[in-house]
Each structure stands twice: as structure tokens, then as C-alpha cells.
T-cell receptor
Framework: DAGVIQSPRHEVTEMGQEVTLRCKPISGHNSLFWYRQTMMRGLELLIYFNNNVPIDDSGMPEDRFSAKMPNASFSTLKIQPSEPRDSAVYFC???????????????????????FGPGTRLTVL | GESVGLHLPTLSVQEGDNSIINCAYSNSASDYFIWYKQESGKGPQFIIDIRSNMDKRQGQRVTVLLNKTVKHLSLQIAATQPGDSAVYFCAENISSGGSYIPTFGRGTSLIVHP
């Protein structure tokens, strides 16, 4: 198993440029997560998808950030325009998520172990 | 005041000693907890997990203890080795918009001296 694959591993760009980060989740996993890690804020969840549908994007910093998952084996995180404060390591993770009962008429998504990619180190000058 | 940086708690141990890394979680309704290890330049890696119906779970050289009364989680590493040097994160599954997703703590840096 190749694990979660991310590209590029390193990206250096200038302020104002568009940046696209890519992720290939583990085959068979149905949830995909994008995280950002900085020394100041630690590991932050940006957005996550279940069955290619965005479930929670409340962690996306602002409109400059967008994420897509066109199919089960590919996702992108785009920053346009990029700013120096976007410099961080961006991780993609995938997992298997099941539906569990949360009450008489409720179903919740239960995510188990996440498997992380190696990350993309982004530097915006 | 405003944070000027992320100062991770640090645990320094000698090779061969046992290590205990602690984590306080926030949500009494959380029912699933995971420990991750992150080595320099790599993504977090799953170590061990535990569900709320258990107090203890053992893996290879690692043990996780869960105290739901005080919302405390610990990771014990037996016979710590230099390769165990890393940042360790605990994560709890928290309900968010109808989903239970992992929420990560700040992490603890473990330094193992040969």
C-alpha cells in the first residue's frame, strides 16, 4: 500500500501567485482531510470530505482557500492569491468513515484512524 | 495575552527509561481517542487508539490509559529508544456538524538521550 500521496513535497512561491496542492488518498478510504500545521497554531483542520462531498469547511481560513474532490482518488487544495502568512506544512489524511447511530432518528459519521501523507511544505515569499 | 509561538511541552528521558506523555481532553462526550507520533519532516503516524468503554489498551511497547472521570489520557512508552524521539499528539473524536472527527491537541515533544 502506497499510503496517502501528496504533491508537491515542497513549494516556494511569491505572494499573489496561485498555489495548488494535491492529494491521493488510500484506496478504499471514503474520507479525506486537509490540515495545516504551523508552530503558532499547531495542527488545524481546514476541511474534510466524505464520499467526495465537503462535510465541514469551517476551518478554511478565508475565501482565498478552496478545496475540491472530483473523485474518490484525488483532491486539491488551492490558495489564490497566496500570502506569506499561508506559509505552513499542509497535510492530507484519509480514513474510513462509517455511519453510527446517535439517537432515535440521527446518524453520525464516525471517523476512525486517519492516515497522513508526508505533507507539502509551502513557503510564500 | 497573544501567543508568540507554540511552545510544546517537552519530556526528556534517557534511553531505556519508561516515558509517560499526558493529555487532557475537553469533551466528556468524546468516545474515541487516538495517539499519533510525528517525526521531524513527516506526517503524524497512528500509534494506538482506545474507545471510551475501555480504561487501558496495550500495544507493542506502548500503553494508553484513559481516565474519563478527569478527562485524562496518557501514553506510556516502555524502554524508550532514540527512535521514539518525536512529537506526540493525542486526538479525541468530537461531534462537528453531525460528524465525529478527530481534534488534535497541541502535542508533546519527546527527546530521548542515548
Amino acid at each position: 500500500d502506497a499510503g496517502v500521496i501528496q504533491s508537491p513535497r515542497h513549494e516556494v512561491t511569491e505572494m499573489g501567485q496561485e498555489v495548488t496542492l494535491r492529494c491521493k488518498p488510500i484506496s478504499g478510504h471514503n474520507s479525506l482531510f486537509w490540515y495545516r500545521q504551523t508552530m503558532m497554531r499547531g495542527l488545524e483542520l481546514l476541511i474534510y470530505f466524505n464520499n467526495n462531498v465537503p462535510i465541514d469547511d469551517s476551518g478554511m481560513p478565508e475565501d482565498r482557500f478552496s478545496a475540491k474532490m472530483p473523485n474518490a482518488s484525488f483532491s486539491t487544495l488551492k490558495i489564490q492569491p497566496s500570502e506569506p502568512r499561508d506559509s505552513a506544512v499542509y497535510f492530507c489524511a484519509s480514513s474510513l468513515t462509517t455511519r453510527v447511530a446517535g439517537g432515535p432518528s440521527q446518524k453520525f459519521l464516525q471517523t476512525d484512524t486517519q492516515y497522513f501523507g508526508p505533507g507539502t511544505r509551502l513557503t510564500v515569499l | 495575552g497573544e501567543s508568540v509561538g507554540l511552545h510544546l511541552p517537552t519530556l526528556s528521558v534517557q534511553e531505556g527509561d519508561n516515558s509517560i506523555i499526558n493529555c487532557a481532553y475537553s469533551n466528556s462526550a468524546s468516545d474515541y481517542f487516538i495517539w499519533y507520533k510525528q517525526e521531524s519532516g513527516k506526517g503524524p503516524q497512528f500509534i494506538i487508539d482506545i474507545r471510551s468503554n475501555m480504561d487501558k489498551r496495550q500495544g507493542q511497547r506502548v500503553t494508553v490509559l484513559l481516565n474519563k472521570t478527569v478527562k485524562h489520557l496518557s501514553l506510556q512508552i516502555a524502554a524508550t529508544q532514540p527512535g521514539d524521539s518525536a512529537v506526540y499528539f493525542c486526538a479525541e473524536n468530537i461531534s462537528s456538524g453531525g460528524s465525529y472527527i478527530p481534534t488534535f491537541g497541541r502535542g508533546t515533544s519527546l527527546i530521548v538521550h542515548p
